[in-house]
Every structure is written in C-alpha cells, then in structure tokens.
C-alpha cells in the first residue's frame, strides 16, 4: 500500500467525501486464501494445461474428421463424373482422388480439369469448402497459440510474487519451440527431398524441374506446366500434396509461435522491471481516495498490459455502485438483500 502525498490532490479529495474500496470483514482473511491458493496453485495449474490438450485433441480430431469426408465425398463425386473431366488420365479412383486434392490445396496443376458445366460447377463448390476446411483448420491452430500465449503470461505474472526473474523467464525459455520448428524444419527438407527424386525417377522429369515442381506444389502455385501424370505418380502425389503443404503451413505457424513467445518474454520483463512512479501510483488510484491498495494496482497493472481497458473498468466500477445498495464501499450479504441502485 502507497500513500499519495500530493497537497493539491489532497486538499480536493477532502472537500467531498471519497469512499475506500475494501474488503468486507465477512470475506475470508488474506492468510486463509494465501494458504488456501498455495496448496491449490499446482492443481488448478495441472488442470488448466490437461483441459488445453483436450481440447487440441479434439479440434484436431474434428479437423481430420471433415478432412476424410472431403476427399471421400470429392473422389465420389469426381469418379461418378470422370467421363465429363478431360486430360491425362491413368485410374478412375486415382485421378479422381488426385483432383480433390490439388483441387483443396488450390495446387490447381491443370493437367486435368472439368470439361461439362456440372462438373465446372462441381470443382467450384469443392474449391471453396476446401479453402474453408483449410481456414478452419489453421484458425484452430491459432485460437491454440492465443491460449498457450495468455496462458503462459498469466504464469508468469503469477509466480512472480514467490519466484525470481530468473526462474519466471526460465519457464519462458523457447528452446522447445525452436525444437518444434526445426524438427518441422527437417520434416519439410526430408518431404521436398523425396518429392524431387520421386519426380526424377518415377515421372523422369529433369532434377531442376522436379524441384521446381515440388515447390510449386508445396506452395500451392501450381502453374499447371510440370506435374505428375503417371498412375503410381498421382498415388504418391495423393498423399504428398498433403503432407508438403499442411507441413509448410505448420513450419510458419510454429516460427509465429517462435517470434510471440519472443515478444511475450520481453513484455513481461519489462511490466515486472519496471518501477512505479509517483505519477503511475495517482494514475492507479482509481477511486480518487489517496491511497493505491493491492486491487487498484492489479488493476492499473492489468490496463498496463491492455488486457483491460478504461471503458472495461468504468462498466466494473459501474456494476459495483449498483450491486452495493448500501454505499459502504463494501459488498456484504445485506447488499443481496436491498434493492439495487438504479443509475440515472
């Protein structure tokens, strides 16, 4: 707790009455709950990290899910209308789960396309749900770093109050991360490796174009001029396409991870570093009554971070005055029992 030594602020505040925002002495003592947080820090802990990965393993399931009705749904579709579909072709069922996969991964080679306006229309409405099923999946790919991110700040600012700097920054060490991405680093050179000596061998093409191909494969350009058009080309094709391109995709997910947990790291340093002034301690006393107590300096904290902000506290301090039908500045069980104050 800080006391404001300001005349001017002072001489103001005593000119009205300010009401002190504390805790009502019904409210359990600030030993009991430090006790009561300790021996439950490490559960609430453990159950928050084990909910996160159900609920990853259930977005990730969800997502394989729509995947395989996808293709199974586009290989129906485009084998039933294979006959209204020109180009180079080796097998009904191979060629028609080689188009919904360049036809989802907007590769788009060309090689070979619809050729009646049912089929046209057909590759058009499986084109954008494939666009859509990879948004959805890359969305719940985000929404899993946002929470890992937050998650991971809040530790933080958490265990500063009973562990160092040092242990706090140590907790946000990236070198797991930087694992992760070299890992998927690797997996990506080994996937571009055997695509370009699958295309030398298998489609004979020379060692530039193969590798020209597989980049413009694995980055979904697709000019059309090189592709695979053997039958054992397209089966192979089937399964790589996929992996090339979500395994890209991942690789620049996890160098945005990378690159936030960097961030994140520098701006809890430098909230925990930093050392309030006598203008922060007026700007944190936010009911005006001289004095900054732990909840109005989680508070300025808190707006400090942006994970608030003004309008936030005003719609708090506003329920607040409402809820405390006595004005004591305190919340008690008779306040329950009043009638709210209505505000003008």
């Keep these: 707790m800080a006391q404001l030594n300001i005349p001017s602020q002072t001489n103001q505040k005593g000119a009205r009455k300010r009401r002190r925002y504390r805790r009502s002495k019904s409210a359990p003592a600030s030993e009991i709950l430090s006790s009561h947080i300790n021996t439950t820090s490490n559960i609430d802990q453990r159950s928050s990290e084990s909910t996160a990965l159900k609920k990853l393993h259930t977005s990730s399931i969800k997502v394989i899910t729509i995947l395989v009705i996808y293709l ?6 485009f084998y039933l209308t294979r006959h209204q579909i020109r180009g180079k072709k080796t097998n009904g069922v191979v060629d028609a789960l080689y188009l919904s996969i360049v036809t989802m991964s907007t590769v788009g080679y060309g090689d070979i396309v619809p050729n009646s306006a049912a089929t046209k229309l057909l590759a058009c409405a499986f084109v954008f749900s494939g666009m859509a099923l990879v948004a959805l999946g890359l969305s719940k790919a985000a929404d899993t770093l946002v929470e890992k991110q937050e998650t991971l700040l809040v530790r933080a600012l958490q265990g500063y109050k009973d562990a160092g700097m040092g242990e706090i920054l140590k907790e946000m060490e990236t070198n797991r991360v930087r694992i992760k991405c070299l890992m998927m680093f690797l997996l990506l050179l080994v996937l571009i490796i055997a695509g370009t000596v699958f295309l030398a061998k298998v489609e004979e093409l ?11 494969t694995i980055t979904t350009l697709g000019f059309g001029d090189v592709s695979f058009t053997t039958e054992a080309g397209r089966i192979f094709a089937a399964f790589w396409i ?28 430098w909230v925990l570093d930093r050392r309030m002034t006598t203008a922060d301690l007026e700007v944190a006393d936010f009911d005006d009554d ?29 329920e607040f005055e409402e809820v405390d039908a006595d004005q004591s500045g305190a919340l008690s069980a008779v306040d329950l029992t009043l009638p709210p104050i209505l505000s003008s």
């Design 72 to 77: 199974s749904v586009g290989t129906v579709c």
């Design 206 to 216: 020379s060692f530039i174009d193969s590798f020209y191909c597989v980049c413009c």
């Design 242 to 269: 996929l992996a090339g391109t979500i395994c890209l995709a991942q690789f620049f997910l996890y160098l945005a991870e990378l690159n936030t947990e960097r961030r994140q790291k520098k701006l809890v340093k």
């Design 290 to 318: 001289g004095v900054v107590d732990v909840s109005d300096f989680m508070v300025y904290k808190l707006k400090e971070m942006g994970k608030i902000s003004q309008e936030d506290i005003s719609l708090v301090m506003k």
